[in-house]
């Protein structure tokens, strides 16, 4: 961590006026919005801790102070939002499985209620709002995807799964969603107007998925999870290829794709942002292969109770190795080494052989990692501008500048107007 200069980095913190006691669950969703036609305007929504129950709206003065210009209290804690900045509307998710849309007024200034949706049947975890189709889509700890219409605010279609749906990606064109679970799975579906069908499920990873981001221009899915990896998925190139990328050294909690510069941002519960260069081309980690003794030196393992007693020696506990994906004793792999071309920025077991493969250079590091300072539980980012928000469990909203790392692509291809 923090190999980057952080002097490079403006930092502008918001600091909740509320309690200090730090929630024993603190539910928080953000969504860093800019007015494009006027750079002053910032608009930080939140949604705090539960005991608040309340949405706020921060806008940034003229002073460069940011400052709450609604608060609305809400009947039931709030777990998810999603806010279309064309039309305004936001849709807030609760704990108590309702979904309510509000509509914000153009100066900022108020918020009037519009629907109450009962998407749910618990905590609503993820929400996306399509405005051609007038869908309101979202995920809830009632273990289902459900879609409403938010014209006649009726249920269109529902889906269940086998645990917790956490996360949420929709694919506006092909009406594709994906729905991550607290089992580790990813389940693609195509969404109808009454019905759905199961396209296929990605499994890779060996904890919760916690963040999903989907980039339907080149048609990739990224997935972080609490096995603090993140595997980007080649949907486009139906190969099935997909890509591990370890850097965290605690779950990840949310990722945004720049697909302008192919940098993908990851946070952490642990504080750490990275900034992964998917702009070259990386090595897909291999599948770990299964033996029943060393593929080095040929000593068996300690279940192989037949060739310990033939050749009369003690069993040896499995390793893998994480570049050829061998099943190795420790013996035969003794060594640790980074290898980020398949996305191992930190010292992993490798096998003697492969580790004498490995020069220097293959050691360069394909990310750049950041301290953020607060275990991040939520992050959103305004890519036009090069702005990050992340919020965290200490109730701190930091605002960052992200141009300095994410490249002058996005201070030239956009930000002029
Ligand atoms: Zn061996
Ligand atoms: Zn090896």
Sequence with gaps: MGKLNLNSYKEDTVVWRGSLKVSSRPVITLTLSSDARDDAHTTVFSSPFPQHRTIRVWLKRDSGQYWPSIYHTMSSPCSAMAYHHDSRRIFVGQDNGAIMEFHISEDFNKMNFVKTYPAHQNRVSAITFCLT???????????????????????????????????????????????????GQITLLKLEQNTCSIITTLKGHEGSITSLWWDPVQRLLFSGASDHSII??????????????????????????????????????????????????????????????????????????????????????????????????????????????????????????????????????????????????????????????????????????????????????????
Aim: aromatic content about 10%.
């Design 133 to 183: 189709s007038e869908w309101v889509i979202s995920t809830g700890h009632d273990k289902c995807i459900s879609w409403m219409c938010t014209r006649s605010g009726s249920m269109l279609g529902r889906h269940y799964f086998t645990s917790w749906a956490s996360c949420l990606q929709y694919d506006y064109e092909t009406r594709y969603a994906f729905v991550g679970d607290y089992s």
């Design 232 to 417: 980007m998925w080649d949907i486009g190139g139906r190969k099935g290829r997909t890509l591990l990328l370890q850097g965290h050294h605690d779950k990840v909690q949310a990722i945004c794709y720049i697909q302008l510069t192919r940098q993908l941002v990851s946070c952490s519960a642990d504080g750490g942002i990275a900034v992964w260069n998917m702009d070259i081309s990386r090595e897909e980690a291999p599948q770990w292969l299964e033996s029943d003794s060393c593929q080095k030196c040929e000593q068996p393992f300690f279940w192989n109770i037949k060739q310990m007693w033939d050749t009369k020696t003690l069993g040896l506990r499995q390793h893998h190795c994480r570049k050829c994906g061998q099943a190795v004793c420790g013996k035969c792999s003794t060594k640790r080494s980074s290898y980020p071309i398949m996305g191992f920025e930190f010292q992993v077991r490798v096998c003697d052989s492969c580790f004498e493969s490995i020069k220097d250079e293959d050691r360069t590091s394909l990310a750049t990692f950041h301290e953020g300072k607060h275990n991040i539980s939520h992050m959103s980012m305004d890519i036009s501008r090069g702005l990050m928000v992340t919020c965290g469990s200490d109730r701190i909203v930091k605002i960052w500048d992200m141009t300095p790392v994410v490249g002058c692509s996005l201070a030239t291809g956009f930000s002029s107007r």
